[in-house]
């Protein structure tokens, strides 16, 4: 399990590098005003808090049961797509109260659920397996799982697909990154 500092840089600048860039050129120019940057902490404060939701059990059993267990909340696994529909919809209402713009709170949420996303990966490579689709399916599943072993060691198909699937996975989530991102004021420089 990384730790939540590298969740939050991992998301950061690997998935939000435009909104970072964008930032400091808007800021070296002197573009941004007090309502520009409260915006810009907006979207860091929820994405980085999204990007450690996976592991916010553990800070409830670090101090009630003395352990770093993070993996389950009451009976739901916190690594899957169903706990990311809290990030989401956390996200959604934040951005509803402080927007008062359904539109732009949905892809605050878009956002936010990148940034979740963003999590799980990085714990699918460290860890390699996780309960991405429970209910449906209870079982650990590695997105990450033949891209590291040798090449004649596998099946030859089977590599190929692990690796598109890797590959897909985080593009999708860049793209959803990106997306939202465009949606909220950031190009390549950030839009009032």
């Known amino acids: ?18 909104a970072v860039y964008t930032t400091v050129r808007s800021n ?9 940057n409260l915006n810009i902490m907006l979207l860091i ?3 980085g808090f999204c990007s450690l939701v996976p592991d916010i059990p553990a800070v409830y059993n670090y101090f009630v049961n003395g352990n770093l267990h993070h993996t389950m909340f ?9 706990f990311s529909y809290f990030a989401f919809t956390l996200a959604v209402i934040i951005g509803y ?20 996303l963003s999590h799980l990966l990085l714990d699918d490579m460290d860890e390699g397996g996780l309960m991405y689709l429970y209910p449906l399916y209870n ?3 590695s997105l990450f799982s033949y891209v590291d072993v040798g090449f004649a060691s ?27 991102l465009n949606k909220l004021g950031f190009e390549f420089e950030y839009k009032s």
């Open 74 to 82: 009451w009976f739901i696994p916190t690594h899957s797509l169903m």
């Open 28 to 36: 070296l120019y002197h573009k941004l005003n007090l309502k520009d």
């Open 1 to 18: 399990m990384p730790y939540p500092i590298a969740h939050f840089m991992f998301f950061m600048y690997c998935f939000c590098g435009i």
């Open 45 to 47: 404060i929820v994405g």
């Open 154 to 180: 596998v099946n030859h198909f089977y590599y190929d697909i692990a690796c598109y699937v890797a590959v897909f996975f985080i593009c999708c989530v860049m793209i959803m990154s990106i997306f939202a």
């Open 97 to 116: 109260v402080v927007y008062r713009d359904l539109d732009k709170a949905a892809f605050l949420g878009i956002f936010a659920e990148a940034a979740f």
């Open 139 to 141: 079982e650990p599943i």
